[in-house]
């Protein structure tokens, strides 16, 4: 594999390093000198460029990307498909994979992973009205920025659903742990696959693992098409039953019985956002079959672990995928033969409960304690809701009429109208993490952290609350719980205003340690604490990492005014700002006159580039100073082609076109006209278009001198 590090493709792109190695590319950093920005450029690796398989994936994914526009994808800016090289220029995305987030953070606060979500289904609603599916959807391929936007990338092996008749390969492909069952039996798949993926993500982002884990690839496949995942509440109970029901939905296994579109997914995210405590009609969390076994023996060949699913290199091996294809049918075959006669048994045997209707009953009257509901578990979330009276059960899971087994837990929303919260004996038996997002989440309090050193309590257990446990307090307050700690504990120190070096010495002058050190605009001087994490006088274990924001010299956001110089004839059209190389504003205007029109942005630094295209075409750039509010401009219009012309009508020419920023040069040239242009610097046709303050060079012919005779 050929290193392009230090090399410069085609006079304009210089590679400076290896940002990521894929199956059958790799992604380097460069700097474009002609645009003037950092980009990626994403290269076939020589090995493959003699395949036509991964050519044609390799120009799938630029054929894919060329066609989307969009905030939340990565943006492609120029390709190449030559018989020596073949490469993608794409958006630098300055951040991490999400991937890499989930395994920093390993459970994601579910309202942060809702944020996400909607970025990702924003991109493939886009995607797909293109008729474009993304089919590799995976954690691995979404990259997050500092600010929380989320950004899809590697349409790799995207294809276009309204033309393409035929599945990308023989085989199933895709990420294993994140394809749909229709993928991993090799099927024609549709968007709905890509929305099966997105639910196995924030599965993965809000219950800090996958659905399905195995060594063997194989055994992963088998899950997806058989196995039902365990329900995220049963891993994480304090996540909302909405936010669950929307991913059970997105993860069904027939394809029919998910969301009919991203969009529709989408609707309910933002349902969700709206209302945490929306229920939804669905029943999917409640198992429709038996649970299936697939003993791990069922496929012990080495040479089927990976089905051709991740590595590029054994894509080609056919052969070998094919029996394994052969084999995956012969087996799922034989487990639902088994289903079959396990549901007949089921049917015969087994006495399971009707689940009541407990809505609109008074829970504590009606319920609790009540001997008629002893074969039920019940698991209370407090809402509040001025349309019924305190204790009324507005709403249950499962619902009633459900049939479930005996000591079946039911879950019930109880109202609590007096605006206060029971601080609940349960809280004692979670750990720190379970118990912050069960006091923020489900009783709707502002939860701080204390750590105790205890003997007698586990270490990261809940020891005691304040106010303590058993008291009623009102919705939105203050709680502090107590956690163990098998360490000696500390006070954290207030590090507001003091520089990096200051705040390291002070921290490990208690025992504590710098964690993440975060830049953001500030009024402070450059480097100076803004804020920290865990609040000063905090008591927290030895060896606690702490995390503070410090000011990267800039002030918060401002606004400027940018005028849009219209050049020449040009009266309307989409205008869009771009920041920082991000689109910043888009407006559609038509314009009453030929002059220029103003527009505001904000942003924070200084010698912030900007450019302005309308319709597709720059018309300036520049660069802006958000903390003076100082703007420089560069217009841009149509180069005239002045060869031919007279040295005073090529000057006029060029005038008359806003350049005026011209050299003149001489040249003795016996076959050109003395006195008219014969070359000029840039060259154009007439339309190429940059700068008007570029210094455009044009060469005069002079007659060539008679040569001196005298002797």
């Known amino acids: 594999m050929e290193n392009f590090c230090g090399k410069r493709l085609d006079g304009r792109y210089e590679i400076r390093e290896i940002i990521g190695v894929g199956g059958m590319a790799v992604v380097y950093k460069a700097y474009d000198n002609i645009d003037d920005r950092i980009v990626a450029i994403k290269i076939l690796k020589d090995e493959y460029l003699a395949n036509e398989e991964f050519k044609r994936r390799f120009k799938n994914e630029s054929k894919a990307i060329a066609v989307l526009s969009h905030p939340n994808i990565v943006r492609v800016y120029n390709v190449s498909f030559g018989d020596r090289l073949q490469y993608i220029v794409m958006e630098y995305v300055d951040g991490i994979t999400l991937k890499e987030y989930i395994e920093q953070q390993h459970i994601i606060d579910w309202k942060e992973a809702v944020h996400f979500t909607g970025q990702i289904l924003a991109a493939l609603q886009h995607a797909h009205d293109k008729g474009i599916v993304h089919q590799d959807i995976k954690p691995q391929n979404i990259m997050l920025l500092h600010d929380g936007t989320i950004k899809v990338a590697d349409f790799g092996i995207a294809r276009f659903s309204r033309t393409d008749n035929d599945t990308t390969s023989d085989n199933a492909i895709g990420s294993v742990h994140y394809i749909s069952p229709e993928q991993a039996r090799g099927e024609m798949t549709d968007d709905k696959a890509d929305i099966y993926s997105v639910g196995v993500v924030l599965y ?20 997806q098409l058989q196995n039902e995942p365990l329900r995220p509440r049963e891993l994480v109970p304090t996540l909302p039953l909405g936010l669950e029901q929307i991913i059970m939905r997105a993860m069904q296994k027939n394809p029919l ?12 995210i933002n349902e969700f956002k709206r209302n945490p405590s929306v229920k939804f009609n669905y029943s999917y969390f409640v198992d429709k079959e038996p649970t299936r076994y697939v003993p791990d023996n069922s496929i012990s060949s080495p040479s089927s672990e990976n089905l051709g699913i991740e590595s590029a290199e054994e894509a080609e091996k056919k052969s070998v995928n094919k029996t394994t294809a052969v084999m995956i049918g012969a087996i799922s075959g034989v487990v639902v033969l088994a289903i079959v006669i396990f549901a007949i048994l089921s049917a ?5 409960l009707v689940v009541p209707d407990f809505k609109n009953l008074n829970y504590y009257n009606d319920i609790e304690n009540n001997d008629k509901y002893k074969d039920f578990q019940f698991e209370i979330t407090q809402v509040k809701n001025d349309n019924f009276g305190d204790g009324t059960v507005v709403s249950q899971d499962p619902e009633a009429n459900t049939k479930v087994k005996k000591g079946s837990k039911i879950t019930l929303e109880v109202v609590t109208n007096n605006a206060n919260v029971l601080l609940d004996e349960s809280i004692l038996n979670m750990t720190e993490e379970q118990a912050v997002n069960y006091l923020r989440n489900t009783l709707m309090l502002l939860p701080k952290v204390e750590y105790e050193s205890r ?13 303590a446990i058993g008291t009623q307090v009102p919705y939105a307050s203050n709680v502090t719980i107590y956690i163990s700690s098998d360490k000696k504990t500390v006070k954290v120190p207030k590090l507001e205003n003091m520089t990096l070096d200051e705040a390291k010495i002070a921290l490990n002058a208690v025992g504590l340690e710098v964690g993440n050190v975060k830049e953001v605009p500030s009024e402070k001087d450059k480097g100076r604490v803004v804020s920290q994490e865990t609040e000063y006088d905090a008591m927290v274990p030895e060896g606690t990492k702490i995390n503070f924001e410090v ?6 956001d401002s606004t400027v005014d940018i005028t849009v110089k219209l050049l020449n004839t040009q009266k309307e059209g989409k205008v869009i700002i771009y920041v920082n190389n991000e689109p910043k504003l888009e407006k559609d205007r038509i314009f009453q006159d030929n002059s220029e029109k103003v527009y505001q942005v904000s942003g924070s630094g200084a010698d912030i580039p900007y450019s302005v295209v309308i319709d597709g075409v720059k018309v300036q750039d520049g660069t802006i100073d958000f903390n ?15 060869r031919g012309k007279t040295e005073q009508d090529a000057k006029t020419t060029l005038s008359e076109a806003k350049f005026n920023n011209i050299t003149v040069v001489y040249r003795e040239d016996a076959s050109a006209s003395p006195g008219t242009v014969i070359e000029q610097t840039p060259s154009s046709d007439g339309t190429t278009r940059c700068a008007t303050n570029t210094e455009i ?14 002797s």
Request: proline share 7%.
């Open 628 to 642: 003076s509010g100082k703007i420089t401009s560069n217009l841009y219009d149509a180069l005239p082609d002045v």
């Open 257 to 268: 019985d998910r969301y009919r579109s991203a969009a529709e997914m989408l609707m309910d």
């Open 551 to 556: 000011s990267n010299g800039n002030k918060p």
């Open 348 to 352: 015969f045997g087994g006495k399971k």
């Open 204 to 223: 993965e982002m809000t219950t800090g693992q996958l659905p399905f884990q195995s060594d063997s690839a194989v055994s992963v496949a088998l899950m």
């Open 455 to 467: 003997d007698d309590v586990e270490s990261g257990k809940v020891i005691r609350t304040e106010p």
């Open 697 to 710: 060079t044009i060469v005069i012919a002079e007659a060539p001198k008679e040569p001196n005779t005298e």
